[in-house]
C-alpha cells in the first residue's frame, strides 16, 4: 500500500512534536548510558548476586510487554496515517477553496 505524502501543513504542525521529541531522545541517549554503566558498575562492586537477579528479573518481566510496545507502535502508525489523510483532505480542500475564489464563484 503506498504510502501518503507529507504534506508541508502537516510536517510544520503536527508531525513536529515527534521530531521534538526523537532530538530530545537522541541528545540525551548519550549521558543516560554513560550514567547507567556508571550505576550498574557500582551496583555490581557492592552487590554482584543481588544486581545480577535484579537484571534476571527485569528481563523476564519485559518479555511479556513486548507485544504489547509493539502494539502500541501499530497504534502510533494508525494514527500518523489518519493524521496524514487529513491534512492531505484539508489541503485539498483549500486548494479548492481558492480555486473558486480565483473564478469568482
Given at each position: ?27 540525551q ?70 480555486a ?6
Amino acid at each position: 500500500m503506498p504510502q501518503p505524502r507529507v504534506y508541508f501543513t502537516q510536517a510544520v504542525t503536527s508531525e513536529i512534536d515527534w521530531i521534538c521529541i526523537a532530538t530530545e531522545v537522541i541528545l540525551q541517549l548519550g549521558g543516560d548510558a554513560l550514567i547507567g554503566i556508571l550505576r550498574l558498575t557500582i551496583a555490581f562492586a557492592l552487590l554482584a548476586g543481588m544486581t545480577a537477579l535484579v537484571l534476571i528479573s527485569g528481563a523476564l518481566l519485559a518479555l511479556p510487554f513486548r507485544g504489547r510496545t509493539q502494539g502500541i507502535e501499530k497504534t502510533r502508525e494508525a494514527v500518523s496515517a489518519s493524521t496524514k489523510s487529513l491534512y492531505a483532505a484539508t489541503t485539498e480542500h483549500l486548494q479548492s477553496l481558492k480555486a473558486a475564489k480565483t473564478d469568482g464563484a
